[in-house]
């Protein structure tokens, strides 16, 4: 994998699709112990519609690579570095793709840098005082520390604890046990990223969006809340919510997907993103 090396760390990421591409740019924003390959089949998707896609693995606990500086590692910190992604990429006129934590981080980022965005869709996410939903508020809250996030980790070896509904049960219908064991062995064996996440707990525990969600309509860009309708954690009725925020929003219902949509409904995902960039679908 390529890497980016930005002030905070240095940032693996995937690419896919012709650089030289008609369309505008498509960075997807993961979430907290996933990496981006969440978005592997919306980008292959893309990608052979002629779309660049661009899949930064961000440090959120997931990451290989540990942080230069922890100090970052808030959710203002991580909107910073995905916009010094941007830059160091040269990347402008971008369409943000965000879910889960990925999503909250995409709220921050454009209300401190919206100049490079030329186009979010949202897919179940954090919004308002969801960050993050119970029951992973209380998860968050006990994981401040390396040691508590390294033991709560030597217990996440059985699939069937990795997907209950403390792990990744309640996020997603369809699950791969080794995709779901690979996001969490950098937290598990390296003291390192569990350090990193200990920081993004403690920041993401500091801090909610309800401060942002009154500025989020000065967005006036094309904004599509993509959201699955099945989701328990972040609930469809809070998607119409967010959505309301923005004067140019449009909202799209995913039936049969949770939060993970770009693994449950992966052409819904390349669909919304596809109109929301003008391409013809």
Known sequence: MPTVTV???TVEYRESGPKDSAYPPVVFVHGALVDSRLWDAVAADLAGQGFRCLQPDLPLGAHRIPVDDRAALTPTGVADLVHDF?????????TLVGN????????FLIDAHP???GRLVLTNCDAFDKFPPFPFNAVFAVMRTRPA????????????L?????????????????????WLTPARTDRRIAGDFAALARGIGGTDLTHVAPRLHRFTKPVTVAWGQDDRCFTPALGRRLAALFPDATTVDVPHASTFVPLDAPAA???????TAGART
């Open 7 to 9: 002030p905070a760390a």
């Open 86 to 94: 941007l830059v160091a990429l040269d990347l402008d006129d971008v």
């Open 100 to 107: 889960d934590t990925g999503g909250g981080v995409c709220q």
């Open 115 to 117: 100049e490079r965005i």
């Open 149 to 160: 996030v390294t033991s709560l980790m030597a217990t996440m070896g059985p699939t069937a």
């Open 162 to 182: 990795r997907h209950s509904p403390l792990g990744y049960g309640l996020l997603a219908k369809n699950l791969d046990p080794a995709l779901t064991a690979s």
């Open 269 to 275: 995902v390349s669909t919304a993103i596809m109109q």
